[in-house]
Protein backbone atom coordinates (compact mmCIF):
# COMPACT_ATOMS: atom_id res chain seq x y z
CA UNK A 1 0.00 0.00 0.00
CA UNK A 2 1.48 3.33 -1.09
CA UNK A 3 2.35 5.46 2.02
CA UNK A 4 1.83 9.17 1.50
CA UNK A 5 3.63 12.09 1.46
CA UNK A 6 2.92 15.63 2.50
CA UNK A 7 3.14 18.58 -0.15
CA UNK A 8 4.66 21.85 1.20
CA UNK A 9 3.11 24.61 -1.34
CA UNK A 10 6.22 27.00 -1.04
CA UNK A 11 8.52 24.06 -1.23
CA UNK A 12 6.95 23.55 -4.74
CA UNK A 13 6.20 26.98 -5.89
CA UNK A 14 9.97 27.40 -5.63
CA UNK A 15 10.64 25.09 -8.33
CA UNK A 16 8.52 26.04 -10.65
CA UNK A 17 9.87 28.46 -14.25
CA UNK A 18 9.95 32.06 -13.62
CA UNK A 19 7.26 32.79 -15.90
CA UNK A 20 4.38 35.19 -15.88
CA UNK A 21 1.99 31.76 -15.81
CA UNK A 22 3.04 28.71 -14.99
CA UNK A 23 1.20 25.16 -13.82
CA UNK A 24 1.89 21.84 -12.40
CA UNK A 25 0.14 19.02 -10.48
CA UNK A 26 1.44 18.54 -7.31
CA UNK A 27 -1.16 15.66 -5.75
CA UNK A 28 -4.14 13.54 -6.34
CA UNK A 29 -7.67 12.85 -4.84
CA UNK A 30 -9.02 9.83 -6.32
CA UNK A 31 -9.31 11.55 -10.14
CA UNK A 32 -9.00 15.42 -8.96
CA UNK A 33 -5.65 16.53 -9.72
CA UNK A 34 -3.93 19.33 -7.78
CA UNK A 35 -2.38 22.05 -9.62
CA UNK A 36 -0.26 24.97 -8.44
CA UNK A 37 -0.23 27.51 -10.49
CA UNK A 38 1.24 31.07 -10.49
CA UNK A 39 -0.12 33.85 -12.89
CA UNK A 40 0.42 37.48 -13.71
CA UNK A 41 -1.94 39.16 -16.09
CA UNK A 42 -5.00 38.82 -17.92
CA UNK A 43 -6.04 35.34 -18.58
CA UNK A 44 -9.04 34.26 -21.31
CA UNK A 45 -12.82 34.19 -20.79
CA UNK A 46 -13.79 30.30 -20.39
CA UNK A 47 -16.12 28.34 -18.99
CA UNK A 48 -16.00 24.00 -18.55
CA UNK A 49 -18.79 22.53 -19.63
CA UNK A 50 -18.75 19.39 -17.44
CA UNK A 51 -17.32 19.96 -14.00
CA UNK A 52 -17.09 22.55 -11.31
CA UNK A 53 -13.21 23.98 -10.68
CA UNK A 54 -11.96 25.18 -7.33
CA UNK A 55 -9.55 28.01 -6.92
CA UNK A 56 -7.70 28.22 -3.54
CA UNK A 57 -5.63 31.68 -3.27
CA UNK A 58 -2.17 30.92 -1.24
CA UNK A 59 -0.77 34.51 -2.38
CA UNK A 60 -1.18 37.66 -4.14
CA UNK A 61 -4.23 38.61 -5.21
CA UNK A 62 -6.73 37.36 -8.31
CA UNK A 63 -9.59 39.34 -9.64
CA UNK A 64 -12.12 36.67 -10.98
CA UNK A 65 -13.88 38.50 -13.40
CA UNK A 66 -17.60 37.18 -13.97
CA UNK A 67 -19.96 38.54 -16.58
CA UNK A 68 -21.94 39.95 -13.66
CA UNK A 69 -19.31 40.66 -10.89
CA UNK A 70 -15.60 41.09 -10.25
CA UNK A 71 -14.73 38.98 -6.88
CA UNK A 72 -11.24 40.11 -5.38
CA UNK A 73 -9.63 37.35 -3.48
CA UNK A 74 -6.78 37.30 -1.14
CA UNK A 75 -5.09 34.73 0.59
CA UNK A 76 -6.95 32.74 2.53
CA UNK A 77 -9.98 32.31 0.62
CA UNK A 78 -11.33 30.08 -1.88
CA UNK A 79 -13.68 30.17 -4.32
CA UNK A 80 -15.70 27.66 -6.48
CA UNK A 81 -16.46 28.25 -10.56
CA UNK A 82 -19.74 25.96 -11.02
CA UNK A 83 -19.59 24.50 -14.34
CA UNK A 84 -20.94 26.51 -17.07
CA UNK A 85 -19.99 29.99 -15.38
CA UNK A 86 -17.86 32.29 -17.40
CA UNK A 87 -14.97 33.69 -15.68
CA UNK A 88 -11.72 35.02 -16.52
CA UNK A 89 -9.28 35.58 -13.96
CA UNK A 90 -6.92 38.26 -14.25
CA UNK A 91 -4.26 40.19 -11.50
CA UNK A 92 -1.54 43.29 -11.43
CA UNK A 93 0.43 41.86 -8.99
CA UNK A 94 0.24 38.27 -9.54
CA UNK A 95 -1.07 35.71 -7.66
CA UNK A 96 0.33 31.94 -6.49
CA UNK A 97 -3.20 29.41 -6.41
CA UNK A 98 -4.33 26.10 -5.97
CA UNK A 99 -6.46 24.75 -8.41
CA UNK A 100 -8.59 21.13 -8.26
CA UNK A 101 -10.62 19.77 -10.84
CA UNK A 102 -10.88 16.40 -12.57
CA UNK A 103 -8.08 15.54 -14.47
CA UNK A 104 -8.18 15.97 -18.00
CA UNK A 105 -9.80 19.40 -17.62
CA UNK A 106 -8.22 21.70 -20.06
CA UNK A 107 -7.31 24.83 -18.53
CA UNK A 108 -8.70 27.80 -21.28
CA UNK A 109 -11.70 25.28 -20.85
CA UNK A 110 -14.27 25.65 -24.01
CA UNK A 111 -11.43 28.50 -25.49
CA UNK A 112 -8.94 27.62 -27.62
CA UNK A 113 -5.61 29.98 -26.57
CA UNK A 114 -1.77 30.30 -26.27
CA UNK A 115 -2.64 30.20 -22.91
CA UNK A 116 -3.95 26.69 -23.17
CA UNK A 117 -1.97 23.79 -21.64
CA UNK A 118 -2.90 20.36 -22.84
CA UNK A 119 -0.92 18.04 -20.32
CA UNK A 120 0.26 20.01 -17.50
CA UNK A 121 3.03 18.27 -15.91
CA UNK A 122 3.82 16.70 -12.36
CA UNK A 123 6.11 18.76 -9.85
CA UNK B 1 -27.33 30.04 -13.30
CA UNK B 2 -25.70 30.70 -10.01
CA UNK B 3 -23.33 33.15 -9.59
CA UNK B 4 -20.18 32.53 -7.39
CA UNK B 5 -19.47 33.67 -3.96
CA UNK B 6 -16.17 33.84 -2.50
CA UNK B 7 -15.41 32.01 0.72
CA UNK B 8 -12.72 33.47 3.48
CA UNK B 9 -11.53 30.68 5.82
CA UNK B 10 -11.07 33.39 9.09
CA UNK B 11 -14.34 34.23 8.66
CA UNK B 12 -15.72 31.05 8.51
CA UNK B 13 -13.29 29.49 11.45
CA UNK B 14 -14.57 32.79 13.73
CA UNK B 15 -17.97 31.33 13.61
CA UNK B 16 -17.17 27.78 14.89
CA UNK B 17 -18.35 26.54 18.60
CA UNK B 18 -15.80 26.83 20.47
CA UNK B 19 -15.17 23.26 20.89
CA UNK B 20 -11.57 21.29 20.71
CA UNK B 21 -13.37 19.19 17.89
CA UNK B 22 -15.89 21.12 15.45
CA UNK B 23 -16.44 20.44 11.59
CA UNK B 24 -18.69 22.11 8.90
CA UNK B 25 -18.82 22.36 5.08
CA UNK B 26 -17.92 25.58 3.41
CA UNK B 27 -18.43 24.67 -0.52
CA UNK B 28 -18.79 21.97 -2.68
CA UNK B 29 -17.59 21.08 -6.17
CA UNK B 30 -19.28 18.45 -8.02
CA UNK B 31 -20.15 16.01 -5.55
CA UNK B 32 -17.26 17.10 -3.35
CA UNK B 33 -17.21 19.06 -0.08
CA UNK B 34 -15.12 21.46 1.29
CA UNK B 35 -15.24 21.03 5.10
CA UNK B 36 -13.55 23.87 7.44
CA UNK B 37 -11.90 21.40 10.82
CA UNK B 38 -10.84 22.31 13.93
CA UNK B 39 -9.15 20.15 16.04
CA UNK B 40 -7.26 19.67 19.54
CA UNK B 41 -6.63 16.27 20.89
CA UNK B 42 -5.98 12.75 19.50
CA UNK B 43 -9.01 11.47 16.66
CA UNK B 44 -9.38 7.59 16.44
CA UNK B 45 -7.46 5.64 13.88
CA UNK B 46 -9.74 4.88 10.55
CA UNK B 47 -9.41 4.56 6.93
CA UNK B 48 -12.36 5.09 4.41
CA UNK B 49 -12.68 2.41 1.95
CA UNK B 50 -13.98 4.08 -1.05
CA UNK B 51 -11.57 6.95 -1.59
CA UNK B 52 -9.08 9.10 -0.66
CA UNK B 53 -9.47 12.49 1.48
CA UNK B 54 -7.01 15.58 1.24
CA UNK B 55 -5.78 17.93 4.68
CA UNK B 56 -4.89 21.20 3.91
CA UNK B 57 -3.09 22.85 6.91
CA UNK B 58 -4.39 26.36 7.49
CA UNK B 59 -3.08 27.23 10.85
CA UNK B 60 -1.30 25.07 14.08
CA UNK B 61 -0.02 22.05 13.74
CA UNK B 62 -1.18 18.64 12.66
CA UNK B 63 0.69 15.36 13.84
CA UNK B 64 -1.03 12.70 11.07
CA UNK B 65 -0.22 9.35 12.33
CA UNK B 66 0.32 6.36 9.69
CA UNK B 67 0.72 2.85 10.77
CA UNK B 68 4.48 2.85 9.37
CA UNK B 69 5.52 6.75 10.23
CA UNK B 70 4.10 9.72 11.63
CA UNK B 71 3.85 13.18 8.84
CA UNK B 72 4.22 16.39 10.38
CA UNK B 73 2.00 19.02 8.69
CA UNK B 74 2.17 22.68 9.14
CA UNK B 75 0.58 25.95 7.56
CA UNK B 76 1.04 25.77 3.46
CA UNK B 77 0.78 22.33 3.51
CA UNK B 78 -1.51 19.45 2.53
CA UNK B 79 -1.38 15.01 2.32
CA UNK B 80 -3.59 13.02 0.38
CA UNK B 81 -4.61 10.09 2.65
CA UNK B 82 -5.25 6.96 0.13
CA UNK B 83 -8.57 5.03 0.30
CA UNK B 84 -7.75 1.78 2.42
CA UNK B 85 -4.82 3.93 4.17
CA UNK B 86 -5.12 3.78 7.99
CA UNK B 87 -4.75 7.44 9.59
CA UNK B 88 -4.97 8.82 12.89
CA UNK B 89 -4.70 12.98 13.03
CA UNK B 90 -3.60 14.53 16.42
CA UNK B 91 -2.46 17.56 17.55
CA UNK B 92 -1.54 19.01 21.07
CA UNK B 93 -1.54 22.49 20.00
CA UNK B 94 -4.49 22.16 17.61
CA UNK B 95 -5.15 22.52 14.32
CA UNK B 96 -7.56 24.53 11.64
CA UNK B 97 -7.71 22.36 8.51
CA UNK B 98 -9.65 22.22 5.26
CA UNK B 99 -10.52 18.40 4.11
CA UNK B 100 -11.95 17.68 0.62
CA UNK B 101 -13.67 14.74 0.30
CA UNK B 102 -16.89 13.45 -1.38
CA UNK B 103 -20.33 14.22 -0.07
CA UNK B 104 -21.63 11.65 2.33
CA UNK B 105 -18.06 10.52 3.88
CA UNK B 106 -18.25 9.55 7.02
CA UNK B 107 -15.39 11.49 9.84
CA UNK B 108 -14.46 8.53 11.82
CA UNK B 109 -14.46 6.16 8.55
CA UNK B 110 -14.84 2.22 9.07
CA UNK B 111 -14.17 3.40 13.00
CA UNK B 112 -17.90 4.04 15.13
CA UNK B 113 -16.44 6.54 17.56
CA UNK B 114 -18.28 9.23 19.92
CA UNK B 115 -16.26 11.66 17.08
CA UNK B 116 -18.78 10.52 14.27
CA UNK B 117 -20.44 13.25 12.88
CA UNK B 118 -23.19 11.58 10.93
CA UNK B 119 -24.41 14.91 8.72
CA UNK B 120 -22.18 17.53 8.86
CA UNK B 121 -23.87 20.71 8.51
CA UNK B 122 -23.14 24.10 6.43
CA UNK B 123 -21.33 27.36 7.61
Keep these: ?6 INFADKFSKL ?15 YEF ?10 WHSHTDT ?3 FIILKGKMLMHLRDKIVE ?3 GEMIVIPKGVEHKPASEEGYEVLL ?8 TGNAE ?8 EWI
Design 113 to 120: SKMTINKP
Design 17 to 31: PDEDYSMRIVAKMNN
Design 1 to 6: MMTPSK
Design 52 to 54: DET
Design 73 to 75: LTD
Design 100 to 107: IEPEGVHN
Design 35 to 44: KIVKFKGEFV
